[in-house]
């Protein structure tokens, strides 16, 4: 499977932005998207399955972002509403073929995208 991630950019806070990330290859049973900060660790953003449609968010961004899938496009989106600063962050998109992975944990996930730099200002 390969990711190809778009759309990040830099906004100010309370702005939006909306990430894509298409994939080819093999059918994908599940996304997800992680984010890492400057200086630190890859953290779980959201996630949502490829047949089922079922969501998972990290608390911190619940309600203000919303993942999406359009399977005819293969393409899974991140809709980010209400930026803050500490959004700030390189966004990865992430694939797996295996169904039953744990949503939030990147060691579940095979496949990644190249990284996209979200940057948030106040």
């Known amino acids: 499977v390969q990711l190809q991630a778009s759309g990040g950019g830099s906004v100010q806070a309370g702005g939006s932005l909306k990430l894509s990330c298409e994939a080819s290859?093999?059918?994908?049973?599940?996304y997800a998207w992680f984010r890492q900060a400057p200086e630190k660790g890859r953290e779980f953003v959201a996630a949502i399955t490829s047949r089922l449609t079922t969501t998972h968010y990290a608390d911190s961004v619940k309600g203000r972002f919303t993942i999406s899938r359009d399977s005819a496009k293969n393409t899974v989106h991140l809709q980010m509403n209400s930026l803050k600063p500490e959004d700030t962050a390189i966004y990865y998109c992430?694939?797996?073929?295996?169904?039953?992975?744990?949503?939030?944990?990147?060691?579940?996930?095979?496949?990644w995208g190249q990284g996209t730099q979200v940057t948030v200002s106040s």
């Open positions: 992430a694939a797996s073929t295996i169904a039953h992975i744990i949503y939030n944990r990147e060691d579940g996930f095979r496949y």
């Open positions: 290859g093999r059918t994908v049973s599940k």
